[in-house]
Structures are given as structure tokens and as C-alpha cells.
């Protein structure tokens, strides 16, 4: 059983940067894929970017040069670096985990097995 807690959030201006990171304990972490995932108030919950076991990474479009995700193996620790931030990135982030399973990215909420319990972000104009 993967146990994971976000950390990280906050009330930013738009243009602001926020680190985002997620502890695991409980698992190999290092066989595990992470992801970020985030949900506005009124929407479904939406994939932002993951790094597979083997590091690969892939982001939503809207992230993309301006959210940096990475993972330290050593500190189980997968952490979310974003720029430039808009009010539309605004939400609760979650952080989310799956068994590592060859060399494909995963997007959906329904792939990822453990989750936690989200940090909110707040981005004003």
C-alpha cells in the first residue's frame, strides 16, 4: 500500500511560481509512475504531467514550458515545478501513483491505483 502527501500549495498573482511536492512511503517508489493531476471547483478532475518509473514525461498542452515535473528516487519524492502560472491553473493538485509497466505514458484518473489527498492552488489575477 503507497501512502502519498502533497505538500507545497498556495495563494499566488498570476505570473508567480509554485514547487509542488508528494512524499510516498510504502511502496518501491522507484518502480512507480507519478502523476500530477488537478481539479477546478465545478469540473472534472484533469491529468497535468507525468514521469514514469524510467523518467519519461509527458504534460497536458496547456502546461507545457511552463510546469517542469521530476523525481528523486533517494527521498521518494516527485515533486511539480510551476512558472508562469495563471488563474486558470487554480485548483485542488493531486498527486497520484501506479505500478510502472513497460515504457508507456499513462493520463487518466482510472490508470493511477494511490492518491492523496491534494494540495490547493490558488492563482488571483
Known amino acids: 500500500q503507497v501512502q502519498l502527501v502533497e505538500s507545497g500549495g498556495g495563494l499566488v498573482q498570476a505570473g508567480d511560481s509554485l514547487r509542488l511536492s508528494c512524499a510516498a512511503s510504502?511502496?518501491?517508489?522507484?518502480?512507480?509512475?507519478m502523476g500530477w493531476f488537478r481539479q477546478a471547483p465545478g469540473k472534472e478532475r484533469e491529468f497535468v504531467a507525468t514521469?514514469?518509473?524510467?523518467?519519461?514525461?509527458y504534460y497536458v498542452d496547456r502546461v507545457k514550458g511552463r510546469f517542469t515535473i521530476s523525481r528523486d528516487n533517494a527521498k521518494n519524492t516527485v515533486n511539480l515545478q510551476m512558472n508562469s502560472l495563471k488563474p486558470e491553473d487554480t485548483g485542488v493538485y493531486y498527486c497520484a501513483a501506479r505500478s510502472g509497466s513497460g515504457r508507456y505514458v499513462y493520463t487518466r484518473s482510472s490508470d493511477y491505483s494511490y492518491w492523496g489527498q491534494g494540495t490547493q492552488v490558488t492563482v488571483s489575477s
Open positions: 510504502g511502496g518501491t517508489f522507484s518502480r512507480y509512475d
Open positions: 514521469i514514469t518509473w524510467s523518467s519519461s514525461t
